[in-house]
């Protein structure tokens, strides 16, 4: 079992920068992959980003490539994304959630077990 909580949203203004953080409990988070998610409102969700368990292996989408990073510190179960030159289109609830499927299927929501609540960032132009 692998709890998730996220924080570090808030309101920024564009071009601003937010630092999400993943924490988890559960002894096994470490041999768990890690995506973000968001959904902004009268949408579907998408995916964001992604980590291997090991944190050597990343993915993202086209969207926030080279403006987003994702990173993991297993020492402390968390996983992080640093988000840069934010855009007011980034505005969305962003969730993490943990999952052991191969990367090639990252980007499928329906492969994650376990999500945390999500947390809300709000983007002003």
């Known amino acids: 079992q692998v709890q998730l909580v996220e924080s570090g949203g808030g309101l920024v203004q564009a071009g601003g920068s937010l630092r999400l953080s993943c924490a988890a409990s559960?002894?096994?988070?470490?041999?768990?992959?890690v995506g973000w998610f968001r959904q902004a409102p009268g949408k579907e969700r998408e995916f964001v980003a992604a980590?291997?368990?090991?944190?050597?292996?990343?993915a993202y989408a086209d969207s926030v490539k080279g403006r987003f990073t994702i990173s993991r510190d297993n020492a402390k179960n968390t996983v992080y994304l640093q988000m840069n030159t934010l855009k007011p289109e980034d505005t969305a609830v962003y969730y993490c959630?943990?999952?052991?499927?191969?990367?090639?299927?990252?980007?499928?929501?329906?492969?994650?077990?376990?999500w945390g609540q999500g947390t809300q960032v709000t983007v002003s132009s």
């Open positions: 559960g002894r096994t988070f470490g041999s768990y992959g």
């Open positions: 980590i291997s368990w090991s944190g050597s292996n990343t």
């Open positions: 959630a943990a999952s052991r499927t191969s990367s090639s299927r990252w980007q499928s929501s329906y492969e994650y077990t376990y």
